[in-house]
């Protein structure tokens, strides 16, 4: 069967007045906003990427020919962005099934996301597919490219939304865990509103919440994942205060998201890669190992050994300590040996961090 194909249209063309700077180069790490929404697309297997360009074009152009993507002018760029949605329409390749549409401002669009709105357009099959986070419709949505014609003969007047609104019965909402589709640019606050999130490395709070209703994680696991963030926060509070310079976004996000995959057999491997899968290697690699872990007692604290000591010392959403864990732990399993030694190694694995944890506080050590 052959598989669809797809497009994305990215507008680059108007002259960010409010902005002051020329918002399609300005930086996220190594990369341009422009070049962070084309990268976005590609990695998502996008086959026909048309990048929309005006107001000064030969810099955005310089920046994207080596990127494997069309460009194509508009010259009537200071009519709007309808006009460039339009031309962008234009050149789609003509076995094109359906096509994303991204303002240069909303720049920080996830993988994932557009992943998640490929896959929901083969699922229910309705000509448009919005993303939705915390109950708020964002960019890019898809379009099936049965409705170019009706868009291209239209005034413009009130813009795609007006447009699209028409056909709302064959559109459908879909909820991502992805904040960035709502974070737009217009001023330098909100630019630097953006490199804030940006730099996280981990999902926000929100994000955090929206991933573990998507999973469909039940209260009690909640609850006891609260527990947990809270005590590996409070620990690396302390050792920050010390030498350690732990990241709090990265551990805060894998204390509430350890047991996210929780109903799967091996649910730490398992958790760890549906993180992975949605940008957060650094977070699925601490929750890989609160299950099972080997520590080293010569090397330095790392951030999975907190987290595997927090889930330890708590039993469902209370904090009760390693031995009293230990000794209930010990009684359930007492008749089954195997299960017994995997206790006490974890157990033993489990002391060795809180020692190591108190050879740096000392006196101020506590779990709360």
């Given at each position: 069967?052959e ?9 680059s ?12 180069l ?20 996008i ?8 107001h ?8 994207i020919k080596?990127l ?6 508009n ?8 006009s460039s949605?339009v ?24 993988t ?5 709105l ?7 099959g309705?000509?448009i ?24 003969k ?5 813009g ?13 909402k879909?909820?991502v865990?992805d ?7 217009d001023i ?6 953006l490199?804030?999130y940006?730099?996280?490395?981990a999902?926000?709070?929100?994000e955090c ?9 039940p209260?009690?696991?909640?609850r006891h994942?609260d527990?947990?963030s809270?005590?590996?926060l ?14 709090k ?28 899968d ?17 520590v080293n007692?010569?090397?330095n ?7 595997y000591?927090?889930?330890k010392?708590v ?9 009293k864990?230990f000794?209930?732990?010990?009684s359930?399993?007492?008749?089954n ?13 489990a002391?060795k ?8 506080l000392?006196?101020?050590?506590s779990y709360?």
């Open positions: 069967m598989k669809n194909k797809y497009g994305a249209i990215i507008i063309a108007g002259y960010s007045s409010r902005m002051g700077d020329f918002k399609p300005l930086k996220f790490g190594e990369y341009t906003a422009v070049e962070m929404i084309i990268n976005t697309f590609k990695a998502s297997k086959d026909d990427i048309i990048v929309i360009v005006g000064r074009e030969n810099e955005v152009i310089d920046v080596n494997g993507v069309k460009w194509i002018k010259e009537d760029y200071s009519k709007g962005m309808f949605i031309k962008g329409m234009e050149v789609l390749k003509k076995d094109v099934k359906g096509f994303f549409m991204n303002p240069v401002d909303i720049p920080l669009i996830k994932h996301t557009i992943n998640m490929k896959d929901k357009y083969m699922e229910c309705k000509g597919v919005y993303p939705k986070f915390n109950g708020k419709l964002g960019h890019p949505p898809f379009i099936d490219c049965k409705y170019k014609s009706e868009i291209m239209s005034d413009g007047e009130g795609l939304k007006r447009i699209l609104e028409k056909f709302d019965k064959d559109s459908i879909v909820s865990p904040q960035g589709i709502l974070m737009d640019m330098k606050e909100d630019y630097k509103k490199l804030e940006f730099y996280l490395g999902p926000n709070l929100e919440y929206c991933i573990l209703d998507l999973y469909g994680v209260c009690n696991i909640r994942s527990k947990v809270e005590i590996a409070n620990i690396l509070n302390k050792l920050n205060s010390k030498e350690y310079n732990f990241n976004d990265i551990m805060l996000a894998a204390g509430l998201l350890h047991d996210l995959a929780r109903k799967e057999k091996n649910h730490a491997k398992e958790g760890a890669k549906i993180l992975s949605l940008g957060y290697p650094n977070v699925g690699k601490i929750i890989a190992t609160h299950m099972d872990i080997e007692e010569e090397d604290i790392t951030e999975g050994e907190l987290l000591l927090a889930d010392v039993q469902e959403d209370e904090l009760v300590g390693l031995e864990r000794s209930e732990y010990s359930r399993f007492s008749n040996p195997e299960a017994l030694n995997k206790v006490r190694k974890r157990f033993g694995e002391r961090i809180e020692k190591k944890i108190k050879s740096v000392g006196k101020d050590f709360e």
